[in-house]
């Protein structure tokens, strides 16, 4: 178990643990932001390329991939320089990450974008493997799941804010001559830029105050590092915990990315993608207060009911999106935010408990699990190919049915696992 930071003063203690967890909701905010943008870059870069669906989804592919390929070398270096200096890594390639999409918009290369938004989320990665645990470490390990759940709620007041301000500064008119497409892509330059300026100021900033210390592996037992991943795999919540986050970013990033093309068809809404883009606020909005609401609640539920009646919830509201078109099915999709609300800080707060000295690999493998969100839209989009949008969205459906389950049971830590 993740051992709680104990400074000896008391007062000094809570003073230092308010103001690193301010410090760390920022940074969920900022990538919170990041990722959002994407939503908006899928049909933008689509337009500029003329291309088909899935070379569009390559966008979602190269971000969410980095989760798959670089969580466990992630997972290391959080073990070798700390949570603090984690992140302050992680900030900097992030950060280099949103520099490169200036030269691929000068030079107009799609590949170019994908690159730099493979090394943008290599970045957030690492921030994810040292900020996660590092909130978990900062205090009670008992209302671990709440501290998550309120930092994680900045994290979706980002992805509220991503796509209105993408449909502002990046979405305009449509491509019709090639001036037009030097002029349009351009539109990415500028929001990156300040992007990348912010995350670079951020960890100088990061770098030079004083923080709580922590282990990164939830204890001091010096051959801690030398834990395998097989020990590690011997955990069954946890492992039950990696496919729940697979399948919940996958659900999640996949409604997302389809939701701009299915609120512009016909018998749905017929909105123009700006618009839509607009309504995609309400979305990952549903998910900001939702986490306030959820972080309350567990003073009362226990984290896993609640987890299992959000997927309940979320797999009704699928239901009526597969069910019926018009307006209709589009809130009901839009709704399904609020009920992601808390998925994601209960599941992963939930796998990583009674890990021990096996914290850190847990949580890298939990971040590799986030790759979901680069596979679960592609099978979306070939069963939308084949049976149409509609019926596709039995796909999302599926994984919040396996949500329900390890919500009502399968997080429960059993014994000979956590020895």
């Not at 669906?53 to 592919?61: C, I, N, R, S």
């Not at 990046?170 to 030097?182: F, G, N, Q, R, Y």
């Not at 408990?353 to 790759?371: E, F, P, Q, R, Y």
Request: aromatic share 10%.
């Amino acid at each position: 178990m993740s051992q709680p930071i104990s400074p000896p003063d008391t007062a000094a203690r809570s003073t230092t643990i308010r103001a690193a967890l301010i410090i760390l909701t920022s940074l969920f905010f900022i990538w919170g932001l990041i990722t959002s943008l994407n939503d908006v870059l899928i049909p933008h870069l689509k337009g500029i390329f003329t291309l088909n669906y899935v070379e569009a989804m390559l966008v979602q592919f190269s971000f969410f991939g980095a989760y798959f390929v670089m969580s466990l070398p992630a997972g290391v270096v959080v073990e070798k320089v700390g949570y603090r200096w984690g992140i302050v890594t992680g900030l900097c390639i992030a950060s280099l990450g949103c520099f490169g999409f200036y030269p691929a918009a000068a030079q107009q290369s799609y590949p170019l974008f994908l690159i730099t938004l493979f090394v943008l989320a290599s970045g957030i990665t690492l921030l994810q493997v040292a900020a996660n645990p590092y909130v978990v470490a900062l205090g009670d390990p008992r209302t671990a799941s709440r501290r998550l759940n309120l930092t994680q709620a900045f994290n979706s007041l980002g992805t509220t804010l991503g796509p209105r301000l993408g449909a502002l500064f990046i979405l305009s008119a449509p491509v019709a001559t090639a001036v037009d497409v030097s002029r349009e892509i351009n539109t990415v330059q500028a929001p990156y830029l300040v992007l990348a300026l912010t995350l670079l100021l951020t960890a100088i900033v990061f770098a030079m105050l004083k923080l709580p210390s922590a282990s990164a592996n939830g204890t001091q037992d010096p051959q801690s590092s030398q834990v395998s991943h097989s020990q590690v795999l011997q955990h069954r919540h946890l492992v039950l915990g990696v496919i729940a986050i697979f399948v919940y970013v996958g659900a999640e990033v996949s409604i997302g990315s389809f939701f701009i093309n299915f609120a512009a068809m016909p018998e749905i809404a017929a909105l123009p993608e700006k618009t839509a883009a607009d309504y995609l606020m309400y979305y990952w909005g549903g998910a900001m207060v939702g986490r306030f609401i959820g972080a309350l609640l567990m003073s009362r539920i226990k984290p896993g009911s609640l987890l299992a009646f959000n997927a309940v919830m979320a797999c009704v509201l699928l239901g009526v999106v597969i069910a019926f078109a018009g307006k209709t099915a589009m809130w009901a999709l839009l709704a399904i935010g609020l009920c992601n609300s808390i998925m994601f800080p209960t599941i992963f707060a939930l796998a990583v408990s009674n890990l021990g000295k096996h914290t850190s690999k847990g949580s890298g493998l939990l971040c590799m699990a986030i790759v979901g969100g680069a596979i679960v839209p592609v099978v979306q989009g070939y069963f939308a190919d084949h049976i149409g949008m509609l019926p596709a969205f039995f796909v999302p459906l599926l994984c919040y049915a396996y949500i329900a389950f390890y919500g009502a049971s399968g997080h429960r830590v059993r014994e000979e696992g956590s020895r």
